[in-house]
T-cell receptor, first 115, second 111 residues
Framework: NAGVTQTPKFRILKIGQSMTLQCTQD?????MYWYRQDPGMGLKLIYYSVGAGITDKGEVPNGYNVSRSTTEDFPLRLELAAPSQTSVYFC??????????????FGPGTRLTVT | DAKTTQPPSMDCAEGRAANLPCNHS???????VYWYRQIHSQGPQYIIH???NNETNEMASLIITEDRKSSTLILPHATLRDTAVYYCIVRVIGGAQKLVFGQGTRLTINP
């Protein structure tokens, strides 16, 4: 299993540009998440999904959109990039169930700079 | 989810046990204690979790006080590769399983 993969690894955007951060998992997990991490801070939840076709806002959703058309993929869309969106973005997945299945698996992250 | 309090940084000598404390005085009866770590800007990695009994796995041990208001993560024989930020998270199992990260403890293992 590749686990959770994210592309691209790095990206520089100009203010006002748009882009999609890709996230794919091959563990057949129903639950997927997008977090952002600013320098020296903990991760903050942007959006999450509990299954294909179902998405919901997290703590910091403004400026982002998501979709979940398949179990495997959970792309994050930035429509009008702003400098405040400069951050490292992490995707994660897990399955509901008993405590043995409760661990979240994280991807390697996408480092985004908006200038 | 209950809030947690962790020291911002700690040091430990290689080969010694690293004991990382976490306070969660407002924890509810159905909330678990989770520990994750993040090595040098990689994605966080799950370590261990527990409800009220002490837990041990191949990575670490988790000691939860009897009143459940605090816990300690123990890395029994710390190595340089254990240098990371360690996050203590308290939440209910079930639901959307969202994680709320604080700033964690930056653990430095010294040779």
């Amino acid at each position: 299993n590749a686990g959770v993969t994210q592309t691209p690894k790095f990206r520089i955007l100009k203010i006002g540009q748009s882009m999609t951060l890709q996230c794919t998992q091959d563990m057949n997990h129903n639950y997927m998440y997008w977090y952002r991490q600013d320098p020296g801070m903990g991760l903050k939840l942007i959006y999450y999904s509990v299954g294909a076709g179902i998405t919901d806002k997290g703590e910091v959703p403004n400026g982002y959109n998501v979709s979940r058309s398949t179990t495997e993929d959970f792309p994050l869309r930035l429509e009008l990039a702003a400098p405040s969106q400069t951050s490292v973005y992490f995707c994660a997945s897990t399955n509901p169930g008993g405590r043995e299945l409760d661990e979240q698996y994280f991807g390697p992250g996408t480092r985004l700079t908006v200038t | 989810d209950a809030k947690t309090t962790q020291p911002p940084s700690m040091d430990c000598a290689e080969g010694r046990a690293a004991n990382l404390p976490c306070n969660h005085s407002t924890i509810s009866g159905n909330e678990y204690v989770y520990w994750y770590r993040q090595i040098h800007s990689q994605g966080p990695q799950y370590i261990i979790h527990g409800l009220k009994n002490n837990e041990t796995n191949e990575m670490a041990s988790l000691i939860i006080t009897e009143d459940r208001k605090s816990s300690t993560l123990i890395l029994p024989h710390a190595t340089l590769r254990d240098t990371a930020v360690y996050y203590c998270i308290v939440r209910v199992i079930g639901g959307a399983q969202k994680l709320v990260f604080g700033q964690g403890t930056r653990l430095t293992i010294n040779p």
